[in-house]
């Protein structure tokens, strides 16, 4: 329902709001399978369940979780984080998401036909 985040990033007051906006554009353009919602009081991509989630009070850069990010099969370096579960993904300046945009792409692919194998 893009509409409910359409709304929320319009009230959304933050300096990295135009980072978030960049890697909400990617994440959903990189598989027709994404959507998103709003959960947790953040923007949330999903496919089959959760995928990622913003952490919008962060201000020195865009922070997207992936709730299982450790059972995403791949390698993508940009995933930090040495939580049984989850991993993030940090993006500091639009040129970061340009940069890392190749990678988050793949990322997500992977993580929608994960779901679909399973």
């Known amino acids: 329902m893009a509409n409910e985040v359409d ?8 300096p990295m709001k135009p980072v978030v906006e960049a890697v909400r554009r990617v994440v959903l353009t990189a598989d027709p399978r994404i959507g998103e919602t709003i959960k947790w009081k ?10 990622a989630s913003f952490f919008p009070r ?6 997207l979780m992936f709730h299982t990010g450790a059972s ?4 993508f370096p940009s995933l930090e984080g040495g939580e049984a579960v989850s ?7 639009l040129d970061e998401v340009t940069a890392k945009a190749p990678e988050l792409q793949r990322l997500v692919r992977a ?5 679909d194998a399973g």
């Open 58 to 63: 962060a201000k020195a850069h865009a922070s």
């Open 7 to 14: 709304a929320w990033m319009a009230t959304y007051d933050n």
């Open 42 to 51: 953040a923007p949330t991509f999903t496919y089959k369940g959760n995928l």
């Open 72 to 75: 995403i099969a791949g390698d």
């Open 111 to 115: 993580w929608c036909d994960q779901r």
């Open 87 to 93: 991993r993030f993904m940090k993006f500091a300046s």
